[in-house]
């Protein structure tokens, strides 16, 4: 009996977790808009398939993929087709990165591949 407790409170924990940890989704302006007005913890990043700093980029927040000690989500959006949002929020280079924390912009980064800075920009938000 205390096994199968054990067990169910290690599942439940684990659940817990992967609720607060790094959520990465194709860019949509309902998405953000939703995860702003909920106080959430969201970033935008700039993405081009052509783009090998995007790319790296890519697979650093890959392997950050339902790691709670990267929580929030991370919205991907296209930086080729998303013209009208990348003059209004100011991005002049594929490869950037915005955090927010509801609708204030908490950190920016740009052409940044290093784990350690890229880390510290998504965690600004907390």
């Given at each position: 009996?205390?096994?199968?407790?054990?067990?169910?409170g290690l599942?439940?924990?684990?659940?817990?977790?992967?609720?607060?940890?790094?959520?990465?989704?194709?860019?949509?302006?309902?998405?953000?808009?939703?995860?702003?007005?909920?106080?959430?913890?969201?970033?935008?990043?700039?993405?081009?398939?052509?783009?090998?700093?995007?790319?790296?980029?890519?697979?650093?927040?890959?392997?950050?993929?339902?790691?709670?000690?990267?929580?929030?989500?991370?919205?991907?959006?296209?930086?080729?087709?998303?013209?009208?949002?990348?003059?209004?929020?100011?991005?002049?280079?594929?490869?950037?990165?915005?955090?927010?924390?509801?609708?204030?912009?908490?950190?920016?980064?740009?052409?940044?591949?290093?784990?350690?800075?890229?880390?510290?920009?998504l965690g600004?938000?907390?």
């Amino acid at each position: 009996m205390k096994t199968i407790q054990l067990l169910a409170g290690l599942a439940l924990s684990a659940a817990a977790s992967l609720a607060f940890a790094l959520d990465i989704q194709p860019y949509t302006a309902e998405t953000l808009a939703s995860k702003q007005k909920a106080g959430e913890a969201v970033s935008l990043h700039f993405h081009a398939d052509w783009c090998p700093t995007c790319r790296a980029q890519e697979k650093v927040f890959n392997g950050w993929k339902g790691d709670a000690a990267v929580p929030g989500t991370l919205l991907v959006v296209n930086f080729d087709k998303e013209r009208e949002l990348k003059r209004q929020l100011g991005v002049r280079s594929q490869s950037t990165v915005i955090v927010y924390k509801g609708g204030k912009e908490t950190g920016r980064l740009a052409g940044e591949t290093d784990p350690a800075p890229l880390r510290a920009v998504l965690g600004s938000a907390k």
